[in-house]
């Protein structure tokens, strides 16, 4: 009689428990490529995120706001611009605007996202009431989008350089 490999018989909560460890996206993207029930792992995993970073990634709208969609804890997110560049718009934010866990986000970070206008950064903002740090340096926004941040950014601190 052949034995079951272990991971056959690793129960998907603890797998999902195991998964949630992994903090880079490289590696939850990589672990949902094993086999389908790992992929079921990470899905699992990504609704107990408390932190997103995209930062250092080339990502678009589709990528950040599928995984946000999917994070209902989420509480962190970083979008930053590095060397590779992110090709997030304001359909990208549109979207995050509009999963679960944006009115519990504390901190987002959208510094050198230069495709966004007031426009999504309004529609964010609207939503993600209990922000707290909002990192919006090196974007091309206006008055505009600092007005609303005003109006509906009531929690947000001061940062110590």
């Not at 946000?68 to 804890?73: D, I, K, L, M, W």
């Not at 718009?89 to 007031?118: E, F, H, Q, Y």
């Not at 909002?134 to 009531?154: E, H, P, R, V, Y």
Request: hydrophobic letters at 40%; aromatic letters at 4%.
């Amino acid at each position: 009689m052949a034995s079951s490999p272990y991971i056959d018989v690793l129960p998907p909560d603890l797998l999902a428990c195991c998964l949630l460890h992994l903090e880079s996206l490289k590696d939850l993207a990589s672990a949902s490529q094993v086999c389908r029930k790992w992929k079921e792992g990470v899905q699992h995993a990504l609704k107990f995120r408390i932190k997103l970073s995209f930062s250092g990634l080339r990502v678009d709208d589709d990528c950040v706001a599928g995984l946000v969609e999917g994070a209902y804890s989420l509480r962190e997110l970083d979008i930053s611009t590095s060397r590779w560049g992110c090709h997030i718009t304001d359909a990208g934010l549109k979207r995050i605007s509009l999963a679960m866990c944006c009115p519990n986000l504390t901190s987002i970070s959208l510094w050198g996202v230069t495709a966004i206008t007031d426009a999504g950064v309004v529609d964010l903002v609207s939503k993600a009431t209990s922000l707290q740090h909002l990192n919006i340096g090196g974007t091309f926004i206006t008055d505009i989008s600092i007005i609303a941040i005003s109006k509906c950014c009531q929690r947000l601190k001061v940062s110590e350089s």
